[in-house]
């Protein structure tokens, strides 16, 4: 068969043809008269297989070995063009996902597009200051897509950097919340945290139905962020959690202060008063903890919280007792 009809037969150029023959891949089994290649069914079988490790992202040298070499073993060369395909595929989808966020941003000329990507390698540099920088400039400059800061703010372990990120995102809309969602559902606890601390930040009713749901979620140091923010934002759901903060003695001070903003209104004073003397009145809860929540009464106003600490100042536990007394006096001088 001459070297055109492989041509057509094989998909392989006649130039390509000749450039395997100058390598000693494909040796035709000779010419005609007038000086044409003449390909073997052989020769075109061997060219069917160069094709196919081709097609597997081997070279043409390691084809050749392939080929040629019966002492040639494939599972490393395979392990190693898996390491490069995977490799090839994240810088591909890493370029993708540049464009896209590029694409969001809708830029109005190509000066915006280059703004752009000098914002997002600015985000992901190894320089905290220059991250800061960025997140600033999310908002003063050329808007950066949300899901892009909403990436930055997840993976940022600098407290002033995350800070400026969960700026520009309060600034940047409602959409990062669904994104910020599905950081509270990551498997790594540090991502769940800095998901709710940004969710805390952003002042609106859908954040606020956000945290609610939070206070269901099983990271307990997630919950309690969700519940100081809810305590904020005098959001009742958060009485229960808070409590046992109080008794499990994390972040107890911050859980206090927010059971004392809730009970600026009456009627949650008297429903924090119950829940924290339910508590006390549990025989399983610890001297330590019943410390604690007596001290949390201190600033809950009402005749509920007076009448709780006028039980415990005949507690038999003496250093309580002292300290519900105390803290009636204070609230009698008032």
Not at 256 to 282: E, F, K, M, V, W
Not at 283 to 288: L, N, V
């Amino acid at each position: 068969m001459l070297i055109g009809d492989v041509a057509r037969r094989s998909g392989v150029s006649a130039r390509m043809l000749r450039h395997y023959e100058s390598l000693g891949l494909v040796r035709p089994m000779g010419r005609t008269d007038t000086g044409y290649r003449q390909y073997s069914s052989e020769d075109i079988r061997r060219i069917f297989h160069i094709e196919s490790l081709r097609s597997l992202g081997l070279s043409l040298r390691d084809v050749r070995r392939a080929l040629d070499d019966p002492g040639f073993a494939p599972a490393e060369l395979v392990d190693d063009l898996i390491r490069q395909t995977r490799d090839r595929i994240e810088a591909e989808t890493e370029l993708l996902t540049r464009l896209r966020r590029i694409g969001a941003a809708e830029p109005a000329g190509w000066e915006d597009v280059l703004q752009i990507v000098a914002l997002l390698q600015a985000l992901g540099s190894k320089s905290a200051g220059a991250r800061q920088r960025a997140a600033l400039s999310a908002v003063e400059e050329v808007p950066v897509p949300v899901e892009a800061l909403v990436e930055a703010v997840l993976s940022e372990s600098d407290p002033n950097v995350a800070g400026a990120l969960r700026w520009a995102l309060v600034h940047s809309g409602e959409d990062g919340l669904a994104l910020l969602a599905e950081g509270l559902g990551s498997s790594a606890p540090e991502v769940r945290k800095r998901a709710v601390e940004s969710i805390a930040e952003i002042p609106n009713a859908e954040a606020t139905a956000l945290l609610r749901d939070t206070l269901t979620n099983p990271d307990i140091v997630v919950r309690g962020y969700a519940a100081l923010a809810l305590g904020a934002r005098g959001v009742a759901d958060a009485v229960p959690t808070l409590i046992d903060m109080i008794v499990e003695e994390r972040n107890d001070a911050d859980a206090a202060d927010a059971l004392s903003t809730l009970a600026s209104d009456p009627a949650l004073a008297d429903q924090i008063a119950t829940g924290l003397g339910d508590c006390l009145a549990h025989g399983t809860t610890g001297s330590s903890a019943r410390l604690r929540l007596t001290q949390a009464l201190a600033d809950i106003p009402g005749i509920p919280a007076s009448r709780a600490l006028a039980d415990l100042s005949h507690d038999e536990d003496r250093v309580l007792a002292l300290t519900a007394t105390y803290i009636l006096k204070l609230r009698d001088a008032r």
